[in-house]
């Protein structure tokens, strides 16, 4: 994953979603996948390739929670917010989460290191409070979690 | 002698260290030589006995749970067969009473099978609802959909049958099933679980319907939130191509598409705008989807769960089906515990079940071990009940009754330290975060309700803030398109209803905690 906006790599992403219907989200989770973040440049870019207004692109990328406009940390921790994670004092444990990282919710450590954000129901509602660490689940989240969780991330 | 293990690869198994007892297994059985084959399951849904592994013996499967990493070496230290005596062993997984309660239907297989293998599937009667359709031709098969009393399990409720039955009765070039699973709801995680656990009866459930209906394509609107399911049932959507399940010969096919993290792209028409390529922005109906849904085509839009539940349906009969339940809540319904629970899990049973059964004698009261206060029933738009309530049988109407909703079958249980006033917040904000923006009583109403209730909580003028609220909630659930604006008055006015203690606050009160 390189961060820098490569238009011919954006090319064959849009290249492979040729054939199906509608296939802005789909691109644009690949080219988050590729990229970290949807770079700026992707918006005029995407418009041409589908041949629809910038507006329109520019639209759903910000309409939808999951497309970031910045690079995100080498690690992202999505805490759950919801209310079964509310009702095993899932705030708390977030709280002190981002206390230690210094971060409110959305931000990335100075370093680059971790990204933190808020993230509503994870599925793992029986097993609260849970996380998502770069796409891997965690559950029931203790103190002890935060520590694990701090390792894991100056890896 | 190579002996069987299972070890669950659900998200929530291996949020619990499932991943790391399957390489301890492994490890430790290659150190005392001892022959083992792990296979990969769903979950069985006792979530709090996760990991949970289990081991074939000539007297069937037999669990042993929680099993952490570090049990491992004591589990296989007297060799095999284990003893049933070893300290975390739960005996035959069917005799558990959380399990032995339950009416399997829905979720049969789930826990039990390779979730990736057909030859498992077929075993355990997987393709007979699909073959049995296929003998009785596209009207029986609808037919059977509609007599077996099957409601939309999304939260709506709607008969699923009519739904069918009006993209069948509608002619146009293409038609399509769309597979709404999303699962937004917190509390919620039947259609996570069976992605995971039994895809291939997915797969069945919406060949069902492309048959019955006439439609050769399918779309799964799975969200982003669910990385494990949209892995697993990728896969599973390869394999049943390689296999003539689905693809030309079968004349179906399915498309995964993946969801962004909005909440109401679970909303029937949002799905289909966020499928299209667009904002995930509610359609005012009419039309509706059956007549022209999605690319503008005629479309079935079910939840996750009504599609599941249809092979079984078809293979065993409607009046099979239709003889679990109550009233006009026919069947079963994957009732799922969570939150501040003992024995949290997924609990399908025939409606009728009271909440109290489920929370205290199921479910065992809270994991905190405090008294319960109050328990949220169908996700971020339904209802807070108070103990009093409790003997509400879960069935649509009987919760309607009473204020509230099934929706999900979600039930969120919090112990008594929780602040009413704070969920009522929480609820106005989650509408605020995830309101399309298309009318202004759920988009600038819910911010308003946050302001508002903050003033409640810091114990300004309580009694006239709180009119104020009551005042937005009847204008939201008026003035609202869809239920994300319409509903959430729900939470709210349940909350101020059943708990007017935690809203009448005077400055001084805030001030001495
Ligand atoms: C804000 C909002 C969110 C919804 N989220 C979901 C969801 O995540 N899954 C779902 O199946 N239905 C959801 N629904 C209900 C759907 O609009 C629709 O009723 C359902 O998919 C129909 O399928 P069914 O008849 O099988 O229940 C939601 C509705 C609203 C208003
Ligand atoms: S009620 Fe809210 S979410 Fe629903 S259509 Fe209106 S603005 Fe959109
Ligand atoms: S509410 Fe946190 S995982 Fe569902
Ligand atoms: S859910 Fe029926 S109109 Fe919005």
Redesign the interface.
């Known amino acids: 994953m390189s961060s820098r906006w490569n238009e011919a790599e954006a090319t064959e992403i849009v290249r492979r979603h040729d054939v199906r219907e509608g296939a802005l989200l789909p691109i644009l989770h690949d080219l988050q996948a590729a990229f970290g973040y949807v770079p700026e440049p992707a918006i005029p870019f995407l418009a041409h390739a589908l041949n629809i207004t910038r507006a329109e692109v520019h639209g759903v990328v910000s309409f939808y929670h999951d497309f970031r406009r910045e690079p995100a940390g080498r690690h992202v921790l999505k805490l759950c917010r919801a209310e079964a994670c509310q009702s095993m004092d899932g705030e708390a444990l977030a709280r002190r989460l981002l206390d230690r990282f210094v971060l409110d919710w959305g931000g990335t450590t100075p370093d680059g290191r971790v990204t933190i954000e808020a993230t509503y129901c994870l599925g793992l509602c029986a097993s609260a409070p849970s996380a998502m660490l770069d796409g891997e689940p965690m559950a029931r989240l203790n103190d002890e979690s935060i520590d694990e969780i701090a390792r894991e991330v100056s890896r | 002698m190579t002996t069987r293990f299972f070890v669950p690869r659900d998200?929530?198994a291996?949020?619990?260290g499932a991943d790391k007892v399957a390489i301890a297994l492994r490890e430790e059985a290659g150190r005392r030589g001892i022959e083992i084959e792990i296979v990969r399951t769903g979950s069985r849904g006792l979530?709090?006995l996760?990991p949970m592994v289990e081991v074939e013996t000539p007297a069937g499967r037999i669990a042993f749970g929680p099993v952490a990493a570090r049990d491992v070496p004591g589990l296989l230290a007297g060799g095999l067969p284990i003893g049933l005596r070893h300290p975390l062993c739960l005996g035959r997984p069917e005799d558990i009473p959380f399990l032995k309660r339950q009416t399997r239907i829905t979720f049969a297989r789930c826990g039990v099978v390779d979730p990736l293998s057909l030859a498992d599937w077929r075993a355990q009667g997987g393709g007979r609802g699909l073959d049995r359709a296929r003998s009785l031709g596209p009207a029986k098969t609808l037919a059977e959909v509609t007599r077996s009393g099957l409601r939309g399990r999304g939260g709506a409720g709607f008969p699923t049958g009519i739904k069918w039955q009006t993209v069948a009765d509608a002619s146009a070039d293409r038609k399509y099933i769309v597979c709404n699973a999303d699962?937004?709801?917190?509390?919620?995680?039947a259609?996570?679980m069976l992605l995971e656990g039994d895809p291939f009866a997915l797969i069945e459930g919406m060949a069902i319907a492309g048959f019955a209906v006439g439609a050769a394509k399918g779309f799964v609107y799975i969200r982003?939130?669910?990385?494990?399911a949209i892995r697993i049932f990728g896969r599973a959507v390869h394999l049943a191509e390689g296999d003539g399940l689905l693809g030309a010969g079968a004349g179906f096919d399915i498309?995964v598409?993946?969801?962004?993290?909005?909440?109401v792209c679970g909303e029937e028409t949002a799905l289909l705008e966020?499928?299209?390529?667009?904002?995930?922005q509610v359609r005012a109906k009419p039309p509706l989807p059956a007549h022209r849904g999605l690319?503008g085509r005629p479309t079935i839009i079910n939840n996750l769960v009504s599609l599941t539940t249809v092979p079984w349906i078809l293979a065993e009969g409607a009046e099979a089906y239709a003889s679990f339940g109550m009233g006009r809540s026919r069947g079963t319904m994957p009732i799922?515990?969570?939150?501040?629970?003992r024995q949290?899990?997924?609990f399908e049973a025939a409606f009728g079940v009271t909440l109290g059964e489920l929370v205290d004698e199921i479910g065992g009261g809270t994991?905190s071990g405090r008294p319960v206060r109050a328990v949220?029933v169908g996700g971020?738009l339904g209802a807070y009940f108070p103990r009093a309530l409790f003997d509400t049988p879960f069935d649509y109407e009987a919760f309607t009754a009473r204020d509230g909703l099934i929706g999900h079958g979600?039930i969120?249980?919090?112990?008594d330290t929780?602040d009413m006033a704070r969920?009522a917040r929480?609820a106005m904000e989650?509408c605020a975060?995830?309101s399309c923006g298309k009318c202004t009583p759920c988009r600038i109403g819910s911010t308003r309700g946050v302001e508002t209730i903050d003033k409640i909580i810091r114990g300004e003028r309580s009694a006239a803030n709180l009119e104020l609220v009551e005042d937005l909630c009847q204008t939201m659930k008026f003035g609202s398109l869809c239920a994300l604006g319409g509903f959430t008055p729900y939470p709210v006015m349940s909350a101020i209803r059943h708990f007017p203690e935690d809203f009448l606050r005077s400055p001084v009160n805030v001030a001495a905690q």
Do not use: K
């Open positions: 998200a929530a291996r949020a619990v979530f709090w996760e699962e937004g709801d917190s509390g919620t995680f259609d996570r982003s939130e669910y990385p494990d498309e598409r993946v969801g962004a993290g909005a909440y966020s499928i299209e390529g667009r904002r995930g690319f799922q515990l969570a939150g501040n629970i949290g899990g997924l994991r949220q971020p979600g969120v249980v919090f112990d929780v969920q929480f989650f975060i995830e």
